[in-house]
DNA sequence: CGTGAAATATGTATCGT
DNA sequence: ACGATACATATTTCACG
């Protein structure tokens, strides 16, 4: 991977809807040398997939959680079942594992707080191995990006 | 903004890299019916952009670190100080204004250690206005979607 | 990696419901 | 106002140099 992957990542990386034309172009290749690039990073699996990112306030989802998760005991088969059922609630938009007093760190996005008392509910407190959890209440989200920094 | 509205982004939202005739044809619609329909949903903001999403373990990015941080003092100008500092930091990925005993949070995505110090010195810690932060150090992140629920 | 031609997709105009 | 069909333009894709 050289510098001009680098080029054509950073570039979809901001509008995945370039035309592959349109990529060449701005990294300095021909569209079908560009093509091949694209394509190699696809199945190497760099690039993992192109999404559409939407505006969570026009479609009633507008409320986000940042949920602080402790076990009830360090065990590595509790954890698996619980980073499975996270990955299986599509309010659950990421779960990081992390170090110290908190186990896990959920973002979770819901409608309103009716849909994120059933996700404590149903989803949370559903496998007996959460100890407990703390929200805090997102006011605001004020920066959203995907953008990875690729030092170029 | 109808069903099939609804139908298209959250096709959009899994694969934008959906030719338009594979998407009208999933949707049920015309092509140019349905190239219409994402035109608008484009131009009225709800899909805010389309990007592609790469894997941080193949970029080197693989560090990922939740930050609480709370602020000297409870300040409207002091905390768009803040928001802009983080916008404009590119180690930043996401930043919540929060309730309670925390102001915000943010997901800090970086390379190494050393570049998380330089991101304390040189961003956190820059402008006076935090009054301490705790960081919690992701050892994985289980799960990254940017996936909304629609509800449909 | 680049060129050029065939295959495909996008975008537009027009008509019908 | 919205969708379908058909046509013109643009892009992708592949064989070859």
């Given at each position: 991977?050289?510098?001009?992957?680098?080029?054509?990542?950073?570039?979809?990386?901001?509008?995945?809807?370039?035309?592959?034309?349109?990529?060449?172009?701005?990294?300095?290749?021909?569209?079908?040398?560009?093509?091949?690039?694209?394509?190699?990073?696809?199945?190497?699996?760099?690039?993992?997939?192109e999404?559409?990112?939407l505006?969570?306030?026009?479609?009633?989802?507008?409320?986000?959680?940042?949920?602080?998760?402790?076990?009830?005991?360090?065990?590595?088969t509790?954890?698996?079942?619980?980073?499975?059922?996270?990955?299986?609630?599509?309010?659950?938009?990421?779960?990081?594992?992390?170090?110290?007093?908190?186990?896990?760190?959920?973002?979770?996005?819901?409608?309103?707080?009716?849909?994120?008392?059933?996700?404590c509910?149903n989803?949370?407190?559903?496998?007996?191995?959460?100890?407990?959890?703390?929200?805090?209440?997102?006011?605001?989200?004020?920066?959203?990006?995907?953008?990875l920094?690729?030092?170029?």
């Amino acid at each position: 991977m050289d510098r001009l992957d680098l080029r054509i990542l950073d570039q979809l990386q901001q509008d995945a809807s370039l035309t592959n034309q349109a990529l060449a172009e701005r990294v300095g290749l021909s569209p079908s040398a560009c093509l091949k690039r694209v394509r190699r990073l696809r199945e190497s699996g760099v690039i993992q997939r192109e999404v559409a990112i939407l505006a969570p306030e026009a479609l009633g989802a507008s409320l986000h959680m940042v949920v602080e998760v402790t076990m009830v005991r360090d065990d590595r088969t509790l954890y698996r079942r619980f980073t499975q059922r996270m990955e299986a609630a599509p309010e659950v938009m990421q779960c990081y594992q992390v170090t110290g007093e908190v186990d896990f760190v959920l973002i979770v996005s819901v409608a309103d707080m009716e849909s994120y008392d059933r996700f404590c509910d149903n989803v949370l407190d559903a496998g007996q191995d959460v100890h407990k959890f703390r929200t805090l209440i997102s006011r605001k989200r004020t920066k959203f990006q995907t953008r990875l920094p690729l030092g170029i």
